[in-house]
């Protein structure tokens, strides 16, 4: 599940205000966040293709 | 205009002193700071800085995570308040909550090799200052001697060395980015703060840059050296600087010199950008329109009325 802008917005108000909040809800929030941002990790990148390396004719380096 | 003399002079005002004479002489010795002006780059970077500092601070002493990055969002939170930036501004609240979620993914606590060190009375160094007296150089108007004074986010220690560590929010990272602190002058002053407050043997910064960006944020590291060399050369060059402010002060005349250095228009726009194109004859009628007097003070880091 992930962390939205209403809800952090929502903290900040009542952080803010001086209404009630505790650490336990500030640590939960961080915790989703961090989630939310490891999910969105880039994938490790695809390999392009399945080219392999071509022999090289050393006739054609002289 | 009331004008008075700083009696500490901090890597910030010697950078403004040189890169506009006159912005330092409004910014600085008269005080000046616009009505509007709240910005969000200092707010947002002061906000990101101000949860690092409660989340290292608390982890450095009670290796407790949870209470930890609770106490950094608290912190940021107050930090950035109800400010809301213009419309299109990278460094909103959110995008600013998303940078030290970056942080704490990118270095996470638990295993970042580069910790807080610990003085000597237990407490680790965050947010680390120190102050000295300028040698040779006294006030133009007490006769008591200058002081420099700084504040790094940490002194840190990395295979077995001391560093000063410092965050940088920005709104981009180039490939020159970690080249613009190889000889910074601001850290060469934290490492010689370090060294001639505290006798600490400081052998460099590692600075943290952290890009805000719409969808993504960006991290880079660099870490750079200071050799005893390029810190007597700092040393001997801040003693020039002060002394010619003290100069400028007695002959009463500080040049507009940002036209040539380009400062008018770094960091979106100098907050004296309007003011300077004003004919001098309607300087102190847009001053007491557009400006308040709001001294930054270099010890406690704040604007004072």
Redesign the interface.
């Given at each position: 599940m992930s962390f939205s802008h209403e809800q952090l917005n929502d903290l900040r108000k009542r952080v803010l205000d001086g209404q009630p909040y505790t650490r336990e809800e500030l640590a939960e929030a961080v915790r989703q966040l961090v989630g939310d941002r490891l999910s969105q990790a880039p994938k490790a990148a695809e390999p392009k293709g399945k080219s392999k390396p071509s022999p090289v004719n050393l006739d054609d380096l002289l | 205009m009331e004008l008075e003399f700083p009696r500490v002079i901090s890597s910030t005002l010697r950078a403004e002193f040189n890169s506009c004479h006159k912005k330092f002489f409004y910014s600085t010795l008269a005080g000046l700071q616009r009505k509007d002006a709240q910005n969000v780059h200092l707010t947002a970077g002061a906000a990101y800085a101000a949860a690092l500092e409660a989340t290292r601070t608390h982890y450095a002493i009670h290796q407790d995570y949870?209470?930890a990055?609770?106490?950094?969002?608290?912190a940021l939170?107050?930090k950035?308040?109800?400010y809301v930036p213009a419309e299109g501004e990278k460094k909103t609240?959110?995008r600013t909550?998303?940078a030290?979620?970056?942080h704490?993914?990118v270095y996470p606590l638990a295993s970042d090799p580069i910790k807080p060190s610990i003085g000597p009375n237990g407490v680790p160094r965050v947010e680390f200052t120190f102050t000295f007296e300028i040698p040779g150089v006294f006030h133009p108007v007490t006769g008591d001697p200058m002081l420099f004074s700084g504040a790094c986010d940490e002194l840190a220690e990395f295979n077995g060395a001391l560093f000063v560590l410092d965050d940088k929010t920005t709104s981009g990272i180039g490939p020159s980015w970690s080249k613009e602190w190889d000889l910074r002058s601001q850290f060469t002053g934290y490492v010689a703060g370090a060294r001639e407050q505290h006798q600490l043997n400081v052998v460099g910064a590692i600075i943290r840059g952290m890009a805000i960006l719409k969808e993504q944020c960006k991290t880079q590291q660099a870490i750079v050296y200071r050799p005893d060399w390029m810190i007597q050369r700092w040393k001997d060059r801040l003693v020039w600087d002060v002394q010619r402010m003290i100069e400028m002060w007695k002959a009463g005349y500080f040049p507009h010199t940002g036209e040539e250095s380009g400062a008018c228009t770094h960091y979106g726009l100098c907050p004296f950008h309007e003011l300077c194109g004003t004919n001098p004859q309607f300087e102190q009628n847009f001053i007491s329109t557009a400006y308040e007097v709001n001294r930054w003070d270099p010890v406690k880091r704040e604007r004072q009325k």
């Open positions: - | 949870d209470t990055v609770a106490l950094g969002l608290e939170i107050k950035y308040g109800s609240f959110e909550v998303a030290f979620v970056e704490l993914v």
